[in-house]
């Protein structure tokens, strides 16, 4: 099956730091990118959707210029989360669309904690 | 924009029991309503989906009902196993492999 890797799979960094996360569709092209957060014990939330070429769209209440968002690529979209701060201590997760089938695969998701 | 609200939260059965899972949505465009489900820590996997021409699914022990009217959608599952318990969200979207919008998730126990 379809296989969406994420890079790095877990991450600890100092407050102010900014940190980027890589989500890899790996033997398949993605034009749409999806990025999700997951607080601990909680739903996935939506934060944007990314488009191959252009900008990403991001959902109500997500701050564009604080998590940024770059799909340069079919195989590859890039989340930084800049100056980063306790809060936005969480884990993650990306999703990609098939160009083919249109199914979603997710990503291993990667674990943020800011210190 | 779509709401999902899932119930209940936490949901604890005997093995071998039926478990289920009620979701309701609010916007009615919304046509593809998937089922995942996590472990910790792990990315969530899909286990079952359906497309709102149709009623129901069923997949071995894993059945999903939809009443596209009421805007409800349930899953089933039977003949519960240890291996069963985990997170379980449904989630909404207009089509598949368009943006998803899940629910809170319920925390499913399933005691040997």
């Known amino acids: 099956g379809a296989v969406v890797s994420q890079h790095p799979s877990w991450v600890i960094c100092k407050s102010g730091t900014s940190v980027k996360i890589e989500c890899r569709s790996l033997d398949f092209q993605a034009t749409t990118m999806f990025w999700y957060r997951q607080f601990p014990k909680q739903s996935l939330m939506l934060m944007a959707t990314s488009n191959e070429g252009s900008k990403a769209t991001y959902e109500q209440g997500v701050e564009k210029d604080k998590f940024l968002i770059n799909h340069a690529s079919l195989t590859l979209s890039t989340l930084t989360v800049t100056s980063a701060h306790p809060e936005d201590s969480s884990f993650y997760i990306c999703s990609a669309r098939g160009m083919d089938t249109g199914e979603l695969f997710f990503g291993e998701g990667s674990r943020l904690t800011v210190l | 924009g779509e709401n999902v609200e899932q119930h209940p939260s936490t949901l604890s059965v005997q093995e071998g029991d039926s478990a289920v899972i009620k979701c309701t949505y609010s916007d009615s465009a919304s046509n593809y309503f998937p089922w995942y489900k996590q472990e910790l820590g792990k990315r969530p996997q899909l286990i079952i989906d359906?497309?709102?021409?149709?009623g129901e699914k069923k997949d071995q022990r894993i059945a999903v009902t939809l009443n596209k009217t009421a805007k409800h959608f349930s899953l089933h599952i039977t003949e519960t196993q240890p291996e069963d318990s985990a997170v379980y969200f449904c989630a909404a979207s207009i089509f598949q492999g368009g943006k998803l919008i899940f629910g809170q998730g319920t925390e499913l126990s399933v005691k040997p």
């Open positions: 359906i497309r709102s021409n149709v």
